[in-house]
């Protein structure tokens, strides 16, 4: 079965440091997403992806994030300068349509000290 | 952000039986619905889903309901197993005038154990 694959499984790294997570979707996806999970909280939407652009991105989403799909098969997220709330489960995910049960990967556990 | 919300954070149920999650949302533009299982150190997994112009949807041994007066959804799962014990999500999208680009709204989620 077609997965999503993100790497690495675990990040650490040091407050003020850029990070980029790295994630496949399934190659003939066309929306692609971004998601995290702090620890004992819920699954909160960061941001979606069609069409080459960024189609909607929550109030998290600031100036610190950017997502990128530099070669048609990997979709990035950057955290240009990490704080320690950033730590968290970071999942990426892909679907074919828009209004269908996506397809997550199995996350990246960033820890920031 | 309370827009779904999972009042239950644990469900016991003894294998054979049936398990009911249930999920509420306050907001009336969400047009989609879903219902996600997660394993630790995994992601979620899409189990099923159902769109607001139904009120149930079947498969296998998972049903949804849904009740758009009281902004209410269901999980049923018949007979449970003691493989389904995990944490259970429901979901939401829609809404935005339509614009929405799959964007899904998750509830805390719900921690089912089914004992042999």
């Known amino acids: ?113 | 952000d309370q827009q779904v919300k999972q009042n239950s954070p644990s469900l016991s149920v003894q294998e054979g039986r049936i398990s009911i999650l249930n999920c509420d949302y306050t907001n009336s533009m969400f047009d989609y619905f879903l219902w996600y299982k997660k394993y630790p150190a995994e992601g979620p997994t899409f189990l099923i889903s159902i769109s607001s112009i139904k009120d149930k949807n079947e498969d296998g041994r998972f049903t949804v309901f849904l009740n758009k007066s009281a902004k209410h959804l269901s999980l049923h799962i018949v007979p449970s197993q003691p493989g389904d014990s995990a944490v259970y999500f429901c979901a939401a999208s829609g809404g935005a005038g339509g614009t929405s680009y799959g964007k899904l709204t998750f509830g805390q989620g719900t921690i089912l154990t089914v004992h042999p």
């Not at chain 1, 996806?29 to 652009?53: A, D, M, P, T």
Request: aromatic letters at 14%; proline letters at 4%; charged letters at 20%.
């Open chain 1, 1 to 113: 079965e077609p997965e999503v694959t993100q790497t690495p499984s675990h990040q650490v790294t040091q407050m003020g440091q850029e990070v980029i997570l790295r994630c496949v979707p399934i190659s003939n996806h066309l929306y692609f997403y971004w998601y995290r999970q702090i620890l004992g909280q819920k699954v909160e939407f960061l941001v979606s992806f069609y069409n080459n652009e960024i189609s909607e991105k929550s109030e998290i989403f600031d100036d610190q994030f950017s997502v990128e799909r530099p070669d048609g098969s990997n979709f990035t997220l950057k955290i240009r300068s990490t704080k320690l709330e950033d730590s968290a489960m970071y999942f990426c995910a892909s679907s074919v349509e828009r209004q269908r049960g996506y397809t997550f990967g199995s996350g990246t556990r960033l820890t920031v000290v």
